[in-house]
């Protein structure tokens, strides 16, 4: 059963945006997987306080988002490629209730942009204070990551009292010798200040599913009129 014009236009389309889509999902569920078995990373999933930390949390959407991606991709990839009208279908169904799951999230991430990066804080106040409890190195690198990449140095940022101050940056110029960003508050300004941008992601992210719902859409029109040409004519002949 082939289609042609638009119908084949939107076969094309679903084609590369199924393997652009596979490709995210990997990278995703790859990423997430890292996070989880990390050597680095590892030992805050077996640390029963941060169970319900933002990490932990993310890095479980991470691989289930992954997960879901793949899952999408092949009913999707299955259906343009054969022209199966029953796994395009389904495929049409879980991308519409992606696209709803991704701008529902995004706006609730900026609408809720205060308390999310209020949640953020205190995983790094969790993290900090099992650090100052246990000295794991596995949570002093993390620890380390978090105040390099963003400038920021343990509770208090005052060099004199910080617990921490070996995982800190270096300072940039004389006034942070003595005194950094503290990273609680470092960090619930960052997400305020990105939480327009999270939402753009997530949004535009979900116009995308929805140009390619349409497009499947389009292409189960085109293979039901093929489709019912065919019994036409086999009708007519027999």
């Not at 910080?162 to 503290?182: A, H, S, W, Y």
């Amino acid at each position: 059963m082939a289609v042609d014009g638009c119908g084949l236009v939107c076969k094309y389309i679903l084609i590369i945006f199924n393997i652009i889509f596979a490709l995210l999902g990997f990278a995703f569920l790859c990423l997430g997987l890292w996070f989880r078995f990390s050597g680095n990373t590892r030992a805050l999933f077996s640390i029963g306080e941060l169970n319900s930390s933002a990490f932990v949390i993310g890095v479980t959407v991470l691989i289930v988002l992954g997960v879901i991606m793949l899952i999408v991709v092949s009913f999707g990839d299955y259906g343009a490629c054969n022209e199966k009208k029953c796994a395009l279908q389904v495929f049409s169904v879980l991308l519409f209730l992606l696209a709803v799951a991704e701008v529902a999230v995004g706006v609730l991430a900026y609408s809720k942009r205060d308390m999310v990066g209020l949640k953020l804080g205190e995983f790094y106040t969790s993290l900090y204070t099992l650090y100052v409890h246990t000295g794991d190195p596995a949570i002093a690198v993390t620890l380390a990551f978090i105040h390099n990449s963003l400038h920021c140095c343990g509770m208090t940022g005052v060099s004199l009292v910080e617990i921490v101050q070996q995982t800190c940056p270096k300072p940039d110029g004389f006034l942070e010798r003595i005194v950094m960003p503290n990273c609680p508050t470092t960090i619930a300004n960052i997400f305020d200040s990105k939480a327009s941008l999270v939402m753009g992601v997530f949004v535009g992210t979900g116009a995308l599913l929805i140009t390619a719902l349409v497009c499947a859409v389009i292409l189960l029109n085109k293979l039901k009129k093929v489709q019912q040409a065919v019994n036409s004519y086999y009708s007519a002949v027999y």
